[in-house]
């Protein structure tokens, strides 16, 4: 697919010719990561964060919010409770926790990776090269981080890193991948400031960066940042022109376009998109890209603390609850809960090729 195919699908308003966009994704999806679902257990371990990004509720300058960090053992309980549910991975995700102890970190994924068969993949933001190769050496199999989106001029305005010469996240990607780990990135649908053609540019560069995983959810205003204000304040004009909306049906086309563009990766359904549609989202986005679903397995009291942005999905909902709720997804979707970790086949091939060079 080439630049103008990518926007007039982006551009498509007709509801017979979309019908096609999602029979064309789900087909994909079903001949090249099957009908499995796999279920990823998250646990938002921290909520410090020293970035100051213009859409995150966590940003540091939000002195409000008061900030948390789990204890290794609650950690281990949440990841048991993985274990006990059947999930074949843990999702340890943090804000950008400066207090974060490269070896404390490191002996949770251990000890993780030596009490149970979970797959653990990380998600803390931009961290040092020794601190990302230690976690790896650890046990860590898989790091995610968005690049949020690939215009530089945008990205160096919503998200201040206060380093010189801080290094875009498109440029950080492939050192994470070359440590070994399954890689994964994606982007912010509808973030005020992006363009028709920096989308189809987010898209393309999802192909050249070989990812694993790519996740997106539409940008959700939270009324206390920088870029919530702004898209909050009275009077403001809806999207129109250059700007890409923030909807759900603009999400469901990239991650249609995604499976199309990136098929052999894996694709979550986000929690962002369940927000914005709390009825449909999950189960539309299953059946128009996706072959991931996220189960939040943080301790109950964190999670209204882990404020990425407000009235996120699924806060308050007991554990049984979310066992129901999963179920009653699969069952209307027609397809089962994914078992074993669930890598990508886009990793699986990458890594035996690697294999099949050293023993060469
Ligand atoms: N709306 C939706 N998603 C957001 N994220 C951060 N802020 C928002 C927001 N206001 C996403 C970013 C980040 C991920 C953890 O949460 O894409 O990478």
């Known amino acids: 697919m080439n630049k103008s195919e990518i926007l007039a699908w982006l551009l498509e308003e007709d509801p017979g010719r979309l019908e096609r966009l999602w029979s064309l ?23 410090h964060c020293r970035s100051r ?14 900030r948390y960090r789990m204890t290794r053992e609650e950690i281990l309980v949440s990841a048991r409770g993985a274990v006990a ?60 981080l968005r690049f949020e989106t690939s215009d530089r001029i945008l990205w160096k305005e919503i998200h201040p890193s206060g380093r010189k ?15 070994g780990y399954e890689t994964g990135s994606g982007i912010l649908v509808g973030i005020p400031g992006q363009t028709w053609s920096s989308l189809v540019e987010d ?14 959810g539409p940008f959700v205003p939270h009324e206390d940042t920088p870029l919530g204000r702004k898209y909050l304040k009275p009077g403001r004009a809806g999207s129109k022109g250059e700007q890409t909306p923030n909807t759900d049906l603009m999400t469901y086309k990239v991650m249609a376009l995604t499976r199309l563009l990136c098929p052999d990766v894996n694709i979550p359904t986000t929690t962002a998109l369940a927000t914005i549609n709390r009825e449909t989202g999950h189960l539309l986005g299953l059946r ?70 050293i023993a060469r």
């Not at 898209?203 to 997106?216: E, N």
């Not at 069952?331 to 089962?336: D, K, Y």
């Open 53 to 66: 990004c213009h859409y995150c509720g966590m940003r540091s300058e939000r002195k409000a919010l008061s």
């Open 288 to 357: 128009r890209g996706a072959n991931v679903l996220m189960v939040n397995l943080t301790p109950i009291q964190y999670r209204s603390l882990y404020e990425i942005y407000p009235a996120k999905e699924g806060i308050r909902e007991s554990a049984e609850e979310q066992l129901d709720r999963v179920s009653v997804l699969l069952a209307e979707l027609g397809r089962t809960a994914g078992e074993g970790p669930g890598a990508s086949p886009n990793y699986e091939s990458r890594r035996r090729a690697m294999t099949s060079q």
């Open 85 to 144: 549910r059947g999930y074949g991975t843990v999702v340890m995700q943090s804000g950008e926790d400066p207090g974060l102890d490269v070896e404390w970190l490191a002996d949770v994924i251990e000890t993780i990776r030596r009490e149970t068969p979970l797959a653990v993949t990380l998600s803390c933001g931009e961290r040092s090269e020794y601190e990302l190769a230690r976690w790896h050496k650890a046990g860590a199999d898989r790091y995610y």
């Open 203 to 216: 898209l393309q560069s999802f192909r050249r960066l070989d990812l694993d995983m790519i996740g997106c």
């Open 25 to 47: 994704a789900d087909n994909t999806r079903r001949t090249h990561v099957g009908d499995a679902v796999h279920i990823r257990g998250l646990i938002e371990f921290s909520n």
């Open 165 to 179: 010469n801080a290094p875009h996240r498109l440029d950080i990607l492939p050192g994470i991948r070359d440590l």
